[in-house]
């Protein structure tokens, strides 16, 4: 079945500066791909999410990559801020069925 | 907004009673899913179900759970005979259509097993 690998677990950025973090997965006719933020003790929030027929997506300051042929899509956000503090997991959707197999999370912290 | 609810936002059981979870997903979703987060580690799948019936299941949901949708509002999970390891959070979620768009997720029913 699917598996998807995150990196890094923790990152830790200046006000400011932008963040990068990388999943990967196995299961090549995975189409779909959200990215999630989860605040301390609150539900995951979808913030962005990419097809496997497009390349990349951006909304403001969060964009997202993919390359097929790697297997492998990135989160970006530019201009952190303090409130971009949070877990993030990425995610796929396997060809068959619809559940969402996760990343193990990246803690993010932006530091002021 | 619409959102996903659940209750309660606390259980506390001992191990070998039978908890169920409430969920009401938002009004116009047709597919529903269960899924839990250990304390600090990733996301898991439980369930899905669509159609008044599961349509895809992981290894973790065994004999011991249940889903139902009693009525046309509310999604329960139920876990007949608690383990000191179903202590998690879990959390349900709704899609309008197929798994392939936003998945809404509830805020969470933290289940403890003493």
């Known amino acids: 079945g699917e598996n998807v690998e995150q990196h890094p677990s923790t990152l830790s950025v200046q006000e400011g500066d932008s963040a990068v973090i990388k999943c990967t997965y196995s299961d090549s006719a995975s189409n779909y791909f959200p990215w999630y933020k989860q605040e301390l003790g609150k539900r995951p929030q979808l913030i962005i999410d990419?097809?496997?027929?497009?390349g990349e997506k951006k909304d403001q300051r969060i964009a997202v990559t993919l390359n097929k042929t790697a297997k492998h899509f990135s989160l970006h956000i530019t201009e952190t801020q303090p409130e971009d503090s949070a877990v993030y997991f990425c995610a796929a959707i396997p060809k068959i069925g619809n559940k969402l197999v996760f990343g193990a999370g990246t803690i993010l912290r932006v530091k002021s | 907004e619409p959102e996903v609810t659940q209750t309660p936002s606390h259980q506390v059981t001992q191990m070998g009673q039978e908890v169920i979870l409430r969920c009401v997903p938002i009004s116009n979703h047709l597919y529903f899913y269960w899924y839990r987060q250990i304390l600090g580690q990733k996301v898991e799948f439980l369930v899905s179900?669509?159609?008044?019936?599961?349509?895809?299941k992981s290894e973790i949901f065994d004999d011991q759970f249940s889903v139902e949708r009693p009525d046309g509002s509310n999604f329960t999970l139920k876990i007949r005979s608690t383990k000191l390891e179903d202590s998690a959070m879990y959390f349900c979620?709704?899609?309008?259509?197929?798994?392939?768009?936003?998945?809404?997720f509830g805020p969470g029913t933290r289940l403890t097993v003493l």
């Open positions: 179900f669509y159609n008044n019936e599961i349509s895809e």
């Open positions: 979620a709704s899609s309008a259509t197929s798994g392939r768009e936003e998945q809404f």
């Open positions: 990419i097809r496997s027929n497009v």
